[in-house]
């Protein structure tokens, strides 16, 4: 409904966002924590909402809309962005044509993830504006604006969330959908086509349209000052704004809602007027490096660490005043910690059961099933990137080792196994490889993906045919075999006898997740 105030978390008003805006179609791929914006967009008649088999793919189609005119976003947890980089930094070369905005979520304290990394360095690199919203009311209001700057500038436009932002929730007021109408694709060669004589002339434009963004973002509205007591000042920005204003009330404070580029004249304005400035900011010195550059005396990770979440307490050590709250119980007990692990009736469990008693390399991947490192199997040796379990199970069979063994779910293996799987025939490997299919991607909350032969919106469409993907590169019927995760006997036999083999082998394991098994919910 329109003007509505709305109970919303940073997601779900980003997808509101983005709806209000004319957003035509959403694409993605899940990731925590920015899964529930496109789970949020479906249930929006008027747009088209879809998860990507990977987040390059998504990038490309959006981007692909936006070049036909139909604004488009598309959104990722921050590691996707690593996936989709080489179509980002192209198409601030091509531009949009209608409005493109790109959800980057990145993860401080890695709540669901295997890094920390900090996306505003790809603001940098790629030479493209970012927002950083600091509630829902500001994640719905700058979604909107994303897309009228892509239009504006002619560039995609980076929207940067954190774990706190995407998940805590807030009144958001709503409005009414603005239609924007569909285009169509123009035809323009030197600006579409990135050959070397287009792509130097078009690095000419990038730069001229970054100068023209950093004049234009004091003038926003979304770069706030806040001047009280003069003596004291912060620049911050995103969440780590609540936390300051919960810990030093008084404070000056100047609010980047773009955080690159920078307003310059706006930060030079500001620190004239504070006797002492600090820069808060959580993971890398990205606004306080930029500030020094400008000659601003200033005190960023001296104090603040770049590592980890932020909370109100942890700037009040900063400061020297935080102090170790009693409860009304006394001292809290101590508590031996309980770890995660897979579900009981998990389907991955027999397999992990199994390769713990064997003599091999596990090469495992992304996905719940990395708790297989875990006791009582302690079954995985490797964990780094999607994908990666079979590449790199290749790379360490190279190295001399030949009792590796590649794990990765359905979900992983259709995002950047089948490629890896494509290197192995090519390249004669002998890995075997495991597929742990157990029916949607789990770890971030039983999407549908392309094995699943569902769609996000629940339209039945192809699911993966394992045999005929493996017969396609070259894996003869000996060496494939599909068996049931809950027959473990059949499941120990398959992996012995293609072990032994000396060829490159894929197994798929078959089992439904628990979870949907009780839920009885269709994938």
């Not at 949020?40 to 692909?64: P, Q, T």
């Not at 059961?353 to 302690?378: A, E, H």
């Not at 290749?394 to 979900?411: F, H, P, R, W, Y």
């Not at 473990?488 to 439904?512: C, F, P, R």
Request: glycine share 10%.
């Amino acid at each position: 409904m329109e003007h509505e105030k709305l109970l919303l978390s940073g997601n779900e008003a980003i997808a509101r966002g983005a709806y209000e805006a004319g957003v035509r179609l959403g694409t993605g791929y899940p990731g925590t924590p920015s899964t529930e914006i496109l789970e949020s967009l479906i249930s929006f008649k008027e747009v088209a909402a879809e998860w990507s088999v990977n987040e390059k793919v998504a990038y490309e189609v959006a981007h692909g809309a936006a070049l036909s005119g139909a604004r488009s976003i598309v959104t990722m947890k921050h590691v996707g962005l690593n996936v989709a980089a080489d179509p980002l930094f192209s198409s601030v070369y091509t531009g949009v044509k209608a409005g493109l905005v790109v959800v980057t979520a990145d993860d401080p304290g890695m709540h669901s993830s295997q890094n920390e990394q900090d996306n505003r360095n790809y603001a940098y690199a790629a030479k493209l504006p970012m927002l950083e919203p600091s509630d829902s009311q500001e994640a719905k209001d700058f979604t909107k604006l994303a897309f009228d700057l892509s239009e504006k500038f002619d560039t995609p436009v980076l929207l940067r969330t954190t774990t706190r932002i995407s998940h805590a929730k807030g009144i958001v007021a709503t409005t009414k959908r603005h239609e924007k109408e569909t285009t169509g694709f123009t035809r323009d060669f030197p600006k579409h086509v990135m050959i070397p004589n287009h792509a130097r002339l078009r690095h000419n434009v990038v730069e001229e349209r970054l100068g023209r963004i950093g004049e234009a973002a004091g003038q926003l509205g979304i770069n706030t000052v806040e001047l009280n007591d003069k003596k004291t000042g912060f620049i911050t920005s995103g969440v780590c704004y609540n936390y300051l204003k919960e810990v030093f009330p008084e404070a000056s404070v100047l609010k980047l809602g773009m955080v690159y580029p920078l307003p310059e004249k706006l930060i030079r304005d500001f620190a004239g007027k504070v006797e002492k400035l600090y820069i808060l900011e959580e993971l890398d010195p990205f606004i306080e490096l930029r500030v020094k550059a400008m000659g601003i005396e200033c005190e960023g990770k001296l104090r603040f660490s770049n590592i980890g979440e932020f909370s109100p307490d942890t700037i009040k050590q900063a400061f020297g005043t935080g102090t170790k709250e009693k409860t009304p119980i006394g001292e809290i007990p101590k508590i031996p910690p309980r770890f995660p692990a897979l579900c009981p009736g998990c389907p991955h469990r027999t397999v992990f059961t199994i390769l713990g008693k064997m003599d091999v390399i596990v090469s495992g991947d992304i996905g719940c099933y990395s708790l297989g490192v875990l006791p009582p199997f302690n079954a995985l040796d490797t964990c780094i990137d999607m994908g990666w379990s079979i590449t790199g199970a290749q790379g360490i069979e190279v190295a001399g080792k030949n009792n590796v063994v590649a794990v990765l779910g359905d979900s992983t293996f259709a995002h950047s196994g089948i490629t890896g799987l494509l290197n192995a025939s090519y390249n004669k490997r002998r890995t075997l490889v495991i597929v742990l299919d157990n029916s949607t991607t789990a770890m971030t909350g039983m999407q549908p993906n392309p094995a699943s032969g569902r769609t996000l919106s629940g339209e039945q469409t192809v699911a993966i045919n394992y045999g005929k993907l493996a017969e396609s590169i070259g894996i003869g019927a000996e060496n494939f075999m599909e068996v049931n995760a809950f027959k473990s006997d059949e499941v120990e036999k398959a992996i012995n006898e293609l072990t032994s083999s000396g060829k490159l082998s894929l197994l798929v394991v078959k089992g439904k997740c628990i979870i949907l098994a009780k839920k009885g919910r269709k994938s």
